[in-house]
T-cell receptor
Framework: AQTVTQSQPEMSVQEAETVTLSCTYD???????LFWYKQPPSRQMILVIR??????QNATENRFSVNFQKAAKSFSLKISDSQLGDTAMYFC?????????????FGQGTRLTINP | ETGVTQTPRHLVMGMTNKKSLKCEQH?????MYWYKQSAKKPLELMFV???????ENNSVPSRFSPECPNSSHLFLHLHTLQPEDSALYLC????????????????FGPGTRLLVL
């Protein structure tokens, strides 16, 4: 069974700083997908960024980028120039690369607070 | 807005009540999911529907009964719940393209916060 671990329950940084959230996972699969989702106080789960395991290039989306280390089974999220609106719970998630609808396996989450 | 709506947003019910949660997706997707988010626990998958057929039941108690009449609508019927069932229930949808390895991202609704008294 796959597991996803986020070792930082809470983090806090000042606005405009860069912050990195950690995520490790355990799987015997070779092909899979990894995601970071954001859940602000409104509770709406929003996709931040995704990565296909077969791609060596790290995904980037504006101020968000990942450091994907497949051998180490590590998938960290870097937020550059952090903004107050980035305050949220961040969840790392894993999905197998298979046909058919697949479940997401989530980590416990990291509560990120951006301070003014 | 992610294109996935859920109603009601909040629900309080007694243990003897029967209620239903509704999810609707406007994205043209063919797979839908129910997740449960309890305090201090990771999100847990409950049910998966692919082309209206249930493909996964993650050992969910029978007091939760899903229904998927078509690819756009998903219900979760609740009866004789327990206080420990109080949680945020999230619906998600994705476009399952079959074999081929295309990435299917799940898009979530805003959730229904359920309190069982």
């Amino acid at each position: 069974a796959q597991t996803v671990t986020q070792s930082q329950p809470e983090m806090s940084v000042q606005e405009a700083e860069t912050v990195t959230l950690s995520c490790t996972y355990d799987t015997s699969e070779n092909n899979y997908y990894l995601f970071w989702y954001k859940q602000p106080p409104s509770r709406q789960m929003i996709l931040v960024i995704r990565q296909e395991a077969y791609k060596q290039q790290n995904a980037t989306e504006n101020r968000f980028s990942v450091n994907f280390q497949k051998a180490a089974k590590s998938f960290s999220l870097k937020i550059s120039d952090s903004q107050l609106g980035d305050t949220a719970m961040y969840f790392c998630a894993f999905m197998k690369h298979r046909s058919g609808a697949q479940k997401l396996v989530f980590g416990q989450g990291t509560r990120l607070t951006i301070n003014p | 807005e992610t294109g996935v709506t859920q109603t009601p947003r909040h629900l309080v019910m007694g243990m003897t009540n029967k209620k239903s949660l509704k999810c609707e997706q406007h994205l043209g997707h063919n797979a839908m999911y129910w997740y449960k988010q309890s305090a201090k626990k990771p999100l847990e998958l409950m049910f998966v529907y692919n082309f209206k057929e249930q493909t996964e039941n993650n050992s969910v108690p029978s007091r939760f009964s899903p229904e998927c009449p078509n690819s756009s609508h998903l219900f979760l019927h609740l009866h004789t719940l327990q206080p420990e069932d109080s949680a945020l229930y999230l619906c998600a949808s994705s476009q399952e393209r079959g074999s081929g390895g295309l990435l299917e991202t799940q898009y979530f609704g805003p959730g229904t916060r359920l309190l069982v008294l």
